[in-house]
């Protein structure tokens, strides 16, 4: 099984990086910046998520970024080394031999015994802070935001003299996908403290498409959660939330953060640029 999955990957990779050729970045590639990937929903072990595997190896040697962050649903179906692997190592194996750091958030059909996982980078812990150049993220465990967590991050981010203060967690605080929605209990926790503390960029993923949310509160918010599962046309057509949005394939997101900016463009399987923009700090609140 693992032979055909290694071949699966291989044929993927083949056949994307000669479509790419002569691809070129939206984003500005500055000298300095802080650059990543955001994933969600991705651990099924499945073809789609080999391809979109392949596909951001490919985009990462015309847009080299260090390290990628996920929005949770890691590992679906058990926590088993086979599991790992298949559904992690494989898939993931050029980035990770490329030295790309993967810093995981958990998500619902996560174990929290994901957080001793190595690989993932969280170090024991089911909610941890860690800083890139200018920018300070914040991943958050968001099926299970007890007193003691939400302690936790007002004091990190009253502390943090980061230009840059980004969360990323599984569940969207806003959304328009018809499966579940908005997370609005949720974001009465949540909310005042990144209003607060000057949260300017918010990451999920659960709902399985993309979508960028209208700021809210003087907040951008990404839904990320079509990186191996799809629910193909759920989200709700005409929403006022909607700023863009794609759930037609499954898709990641390339960010640069360069200064007083975050620059963003989100990627489908094939290869189709489905979104990208700029946000500026000058024009947050």
């Not at 939400?150 to 990323?168: H, N, Q, R």
Request: charge should be neutral; hydrophobic fraction near 35%; proline fraction near 4%.
């Amino acid at each position: 099984m693992q032979t055909r999955r290694r071949f699966v990957f291989g044929a993927a990779f083949a056949a994307i990086s000669a479509s790419l050729h002569g691809w070129q970045p939206t984003l500005p590639l500055q000298a300095g910046s802080v650059r990543f990937a955001a994933i969600g929903d991705m651990g099924t072990g499945e073809t789609p998520q080999y391809e979109l595997a392949a596909r951001m190896e490919s985009f990462r040697q015309a847009f080299p970024f260090d390290f990628v962050i996920t929005l949770g649903d890691n590992i679906y179906g058990g926590s088993g080394a086979r599991d790992y692997r298949s559904k992690f190592e494989i898939p993931y194996a050029p980035l990770l031999d490329a030295g790309v750091k993967f810093y995981a958030s958990l998500g619902n059909h996560d174990s929290p015994s994901q957080s001793l996982y190595k690989p993932f980078n969280m170090n024991g812990q089911q909610y941890y802070t860690f800083t890139k150049g200018n920018v300070q993220f914040f991943a958050l465990d968001s099926s299970y935001m007890r007193p003691k967590e939400l302690a936790w991050l007002e004091t990190e981010l009253k502390k943090s003299e980061a230009d840059w203060k980004i969360c990323y967690f599984h569940h969207p605080l806003y959304s328009s996908g018809g499966f579940h929605g908005s997370s609005t209990e949720l974001r009465g926790i949540l909310e005042p403290l990144f209003i607060t503390y000057g949260v300017q960029v918010v990451f999920a993923g659960h709902e399985h498409s993309y979508e960028r949310v209208k700021p809210q509160q003087g907040i951008s918010h990404f839904v990320e959660g079509a990186s191996g599962q799809l629910r193909k046309g759920d989200l709700r057509k005409g929403s006022v939330l909607t700023a863009a949005g794609y759930d037609q394939d499954r898709s990641f997101m390339l960010v640069e953060i360069a200064g007083d900016a975050v620059h963003f463009q989100t990627v489908s399987r094939t290869g189709q640029t489905v979104d990208s923009g700029v946000i500026l700090r000058s024009a947050i609140r």
